[in-house]
């Protein structure tokens, strides 16, 4: 049985690019517990909501997000690592999301002993990758996306460029927030030739450049059953301030991917039993 802390990143979209309830943390490959995590597909979580007193218990399916599998062949001259894809591209283009999300210091745990791969400028490098945290994710389907796809909907002429002004609307469509003073410098960056306009798929060579080490996996649970024990509804609303007693409801997945929900049965009923109907 494996049991470790993990830090709570975030929620994977499911296949319709919804960011439903598949919570994810990363993982270290050259660690040992990384490899057990993808051998030992059935996970349980305990998630503990200190302000509010909530505790869920999330039991469900343990999924891992790699880079690529390949064998290795030798062409005529040198070594070649074929690929095939290991995951759905999708989840390909989250995990670089994840990695993108990671401050400094935890790429740098994860590129050990290699160094850190920026674009120079370590200001400017931290302000490509918030941006392209946004540009990656389509703001109304949640579906991941190649980075430039946020820029060619402001390109109205479809020249395959955008001005200063078309650049900042790109930025707050894909809900990057910026001050003016980092759109600048980050504006400045691309338009290094000062020609007041810049392609924007340089963005998607920056994002294929920004390499990702293969030991940076992203490990996800896919829940089919979760419990609450805490004050008020299912849903969390707590009607009486002052009623500090608490429920112990089970939510699960149906057969239709519905979630429904029953009470807890008492303990003496022994584990897993529920008593009453579905709400």
């Not at 270290?28 to 505790?55: G, H, L, N, S, Y």
């Not at 389907?141 to 479809?158: E, I, M, N, R, Y």
Request: hydrophobic residues 35%; glycine residues 8%; contains cysteine.
């Amino acid at each position: 049985k494996l049991n470790r802390v993990v830090v709570f990143r975030g929620f994977v979209p499911d296949t319709e690019g919804q960011p439903k309830d598949r919570l994810y943390y990363v993982a270290d490959a050259k660690i040992e517990k990384a490899e057990q995590a993808m051998r030992d597909v059935d996970a349980e979580m305990t998630w503990r909501f200190k302000m509010t007193k909530e505790t869920y218990i999330i039991t469900g399916r343990m999924l891992t997000i790699r880079s690529h599998r390949g064998d290795k062949v030798y062409g005529d001259l040198e070594e070649v690592k074929l690929t095939v894809e290991d995951e759905e591209q999708d989840l390909l283009y989250y995990r670089r999301i994840a990695w993108n999300a990671c401050n400094e210091k935890e790429r740098i745990a994860f590129m050990y002993p290699e160094p850190v791969q920026t674009l120079g400028d370590r200001h400017v490098d931290n302000l490509m990758r918030v941006a392209l945290q946004g540009l990656c994710v389509n703001i109304e389907t949640h579906a991941a996306q190649d980075p430039a796809t946020a820029f060619s909907l402001v390109d109205k002429d479809g020249s395959g460029t955008v001005d200063y002004g078309e650049f900042c609307v790109a930025l707050r469509a894909g809900n990057v927030f910026m001050g003016e003073a980092e759109r600048k410098a980050l504006w400045a960056f691309l338009d290094y030739e000062k020609e007041g306009e810049v392609e924007y798929s340089e963005f998607s060579r920056y994002m294929r450049q920004m390499v990702i080490p293969e030991n940076f996996w992203v490990n996800y649970v896919e829940p089919y059953q979760v419990e609450r024990i805490g004050r008020g509804t299912p849903y969390g609303v707590v009607e009486d301030p002052e009623d500090m007693s608490e429920t112990h409801w089970c939510y699960y997945v149906q057969d239709d991917d519905s979630w429904a929900i029953v009470p807890k049965g008492e303990d003496d009923y022994g584990e897993g039993y529920f008593d009453g109907d579905l709400v």
